[in-house]
T-cell receptor, first 111, second 117 residues
Framework: SQQGEEDPQALSIQEGENATMNCSYK?????LQWYRQNSGRGLVHLIL?????REKHSGRLRVTLDTSKKSSSLLITASRAADTASYFC???????????FGAGTRLAVHP | GAVVSQHPSRVICKSGTSVKIECRSL??????MFWYRQFPKQSLMLMAT?????????EQGVEKDKFLINHASLTLSTLTVTSAHPEDSSFYIC?????????????FGPGTRLTVL
């Protein structure tokens, strides 16, 4: 299966700063989703953006999608130490909307 | 709503034994469930798609005879790792496909950490 790429692989910032993570993918998609995973835990769904949408907001999260470039970005504004986690993009495709995950970005937010 | 549980959360077994992992949707019916594997500091790799009442569809490179999947009801899918070996040690995560307006979402279980000695 193909996986998208995410950059950066790791990001270290101070509380209050914004964090931007990028995701690129290779195939046609139904939608693109962002998930968060705390160390050794399951995944938490953050936001879903459909292929015909360009931008979506949810609280401190802002997601963009550029299907012509096959890329997406996740912006977390005013970051908090509790935002420390790994963030994954996942593209949904096919009848079952199977998810193919990117490599992930490990975000560390320092107090 | 949309809670998925996994059992056990952690299992240690000897090489050559089989281990069964359960995935349950607690408050909704899941026609489709997915099984993923995640190695340390890596991403999730989809292993198979499990549909209630039919055979699972495995991703390329995943041995169907080694990773047996059964989706016998709308709330339960099981993954059995047969004749486990140390290289099968990993974090196994299941998800259940949402319904209604959340049809395109997947709800993830907390994962099962398998260690094969």
């Amino acid at each position: 299966s193909q996986q998208g790429e995410e950059d950066p692989q790791a990001l270290s910032i101070q509380e209050g700063e914004n964090a931007t993570m990028n995701c690129s993918y290779k195939t046609s998609i139904n939608n693109l989703q962002w998930y968060r995973q705390n160390s050794g835990r399951g995944l938490v769904h953050l936001i879903l953006i459909r292929s015909n949408e360009r931008e979506k907001h949810s609280g401190r999260l802002r997601v963009t999608l550029d299907t012509s470039k096959k890329s997406s970005s996740l912006l977390i504004t005013a970051s908090r130490a509790a935002d420390t986690a790994s963030y994954f993009c996942a593209t949904g495709a096919g009848g079952y909307n199977k998810l193919i995950f990117g490599a992930g970005t490990r975000l560390a937010v320092h107090p | 709503g949309a809670v998925v549980s996994q059992h056990p959360s952690r299992v240690i077994c000897k090489s050559g034994t089989s281990v069964k992992i359960e995935c349950r949707s607690l408050d909704f019916q899941a026609t489709t469930m997915f099984w993923y594997r995640q190695f340390p500091k890596q991403s999730l790799m989809l292993m198979a798609t499990s549909n209630e009442g039919s055979k699972a569809t495995y991703e390329q490179g995943v041995e169907k005879d080694k990773f047996l999947i059964n989706h016998a009801s709308l709330t339960l899918s099981t993954l059995t790792v047969t004749s486990a070996h140390p290289e099968d040690s990993s974090f196994y995560i299941c998800s259940a496909k949402g319904t209604g307006s959340r049809y395109n979402e997947q709800f993830f279980g907390p994962g099962t950490r398998l260690t094969v000695l």
